[in-house]
């Protein structure tokens, strides 16, 4: 079974503070994502990566960034925290290549930011 | 870019029940369309996919309708029970990398 595990299910932080999320599968996918989720609004982009070190912006990429030093583990990085970014924070792998599309997720990380 | 939308948002159904939920996309250059189903507390997990290349799709109880000309396809649920209570999320890529996915749809089904 594949298993994609983020490091935290619920993070509270302060606005301002630099905030890393971790996410790391186990099946040896090119392809790692990482989503936002907000009620009514569904699973928005907001980074990819599809080799070590090589991301793609997604559809909403500001005020995050991400990092991808090794083949099994993708971070989002909150550079400075705000409000607006309370959010459920979904993370994603997939194998790559022309015919390998299928994502699976990880149970999600809900970020608070007061 | 791709916009993907989904309808209805909320879905109500009598167990022994069909469901269906359908999804319209704008890309025509989209190639592969699957579903997930997002139970409580948990990430989404992949139910049932389809390729541009073909036009329907089975599994068990449930079944994946494609349109490339109206570009729309649609998740029909046969014969519901309880455990098929969740959301469900349609979405959209071309070659899979930027995935655009629906609102969603609560599908409650009613013993």
């Known amino acids: 079974d594949v298993k994609v595990t983020q490091s935290s299910r619920y993070l509270v932080k302060r606005t301002g503070e630099k905030v890393f999320l971790e996410c790391v599968q186990d099946?040896?996918?090119?392809?790692m994502f990482w989503y936002r989720q907000d009620p009514g609004l569904g699973l928005r982009l907001i980074y990819f990566s599809y080799d070590v070190k090589m991301k793609e912006k997604g559809d909403i990429p500001e005020g995050y960034s991400v990092s991808r030093e090794k083949k099994e583990r993708f971070s989002l990085i909150l550079e400075s925290a705000s409000t607006n970014q309370t959010s459920m924070y979904l993370c994603?792998?997939?194998?790559?290549?022309?015919?390998?599309?299928?994502?699976?997720f990880g149970p999600g990380t809900r970020l608070t930011v007061t | 870019g791709e916009n993907v939308e989904q309808h209805p948002s909320t879905l109500s159904v009598q167990e022994g029940d069909s469901a269906v939920i359908k999804c319209t996309y704008s890309d025509s250059a989209s190639n592969y369309f699957p579903w997930y189903k997002q139970e409580l507390g948990k990430g989404p997990q992949l139910i049932i996919d389809i390729r541009s290349n073909v036009g329907e799709k089975k599994d068990q109880r449930i079944a994946v309708t494609l349109n490339k000309t109206a570009k729309h396809f649609s998740l029909h649920i046969t014969e519901t029970q309880p455990e098929d209570s969740a959301v469900y999320f349609c979405?959209?890529?071309?070659?899979?990398?930027?995935?655009?996915f629906g609102p969603g749809t609560r599908l409650s089904v009613l013993p």
């Open positions: 979405a959209a890529t071309n070659y899979g990398q930027n995935f655009v």
């Open positions: 994603a792998s997939s194998p790559g290549g022309l015919a390998a599309y299928e994502q699976y």
């Open positions: 099946m040896d996918h090119e392809n």
